[in-house]
């Protein structure tokens, strides 16, 4: 993690201090054309200290197998897993990330994409959507599939817009969708 490790130590570092809970960093390949950007971690991700390594991880690599992408990066727009306590058992679950945490992170996120400068940033459902949108009403449903020309600091790059994994586990419908829109992808891959 040559390019990444300086940004790196920062997030673990100041985000571990902020947020008294383990960091999970992005993952693969720090030249990848292609950026895929979820949420949050869950459990498993800080568990295992990796980002999309759970059930929603087991159906993005579904997907990436069957259109044979690799060398991709994964990251996530907040890299501390939000919990709440459960009200049945008191235990951690998760919850959407907050403002404070969203605020937090999201300066991170967009220096670390500028540092691997990608062709495609791939955001999975409305939290890095409206990240990048810099729009709390932004909502997935209107416009994924499609891509959208974005830059950071001068580095341009085409912002593609994507259902999370976990939505096609509580919707099936939404599984051919999912899998339309990353065939597309290899489309926007080649021309963006
Ligand atoms: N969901 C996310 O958004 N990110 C992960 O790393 C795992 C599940």
């Given at each position: 993690?040559?390019k990444l ?8 570092t100041?985000?571990?201090?902020r ?8 993952n693969?390949?720090?030249n ?24 929603a ?6 997907l ?16 501390i ?11 951690p ?6 403002r ?5 992170f999201?300066?991170?996120?967009f220096e ?15 939290t ?12 997935i ?14 580095k ?20 051919a ?5 990353g065939?597309?992808?290899?489309n926007?891959?080649?021309?963006g």
């Amino acid at each position: 993690m040559e390019k990444l490790s300086i940004l790196n130590n920062r997030i673990k570092t100041l985000g571990e201090e902020r947020f008294n809970k383990r960091v999970v960093l992005g993952n693969g390949n720090e030249n990848a054309d292609i950026v895929l950007v979820g949420e949050a971690p869950g459990a498993e991700e800080e568990k295992q200290g990796l980002p999309f390594v759970g059930m929603a991880g087991g159906i993005l690599k579904d997907l990436t197998d069957r259109l044979e992408l690799k060398g991709l990066y994964i990251t996530n727009t907040v890299k501390i897993r939000p919990t709440k306590p459960s009200p049945k058992t008191g235990k951690p679950v998760n919850r959407p990330p907050n403002r404070e945490e969203l605020d937090f992170f999201i300066p991170f996120l967009f220096e670390e994409i500028e540092l691997i400068s990608p062709k495609v940033v791939v955001t999975l459902g409305n939290t890095p959507l409206r990240a990048f949108m810099q729009n709390n009403k932004a909502v997935i449903g209107d416009c994924h599939g499609r891509g959208l020309p974005f830059g950071i600091n001068g580095k341009k790059f085409t912002l593609y817009p994507m259902y999370h994994p976990a939505s096609v586990i509580y919707n099936r419908s939404l599984e051919a969708v999912f899998i339309k829109d990353g065939e597309n992808l290899l489309n926007e891959r080649i021309n963006g």
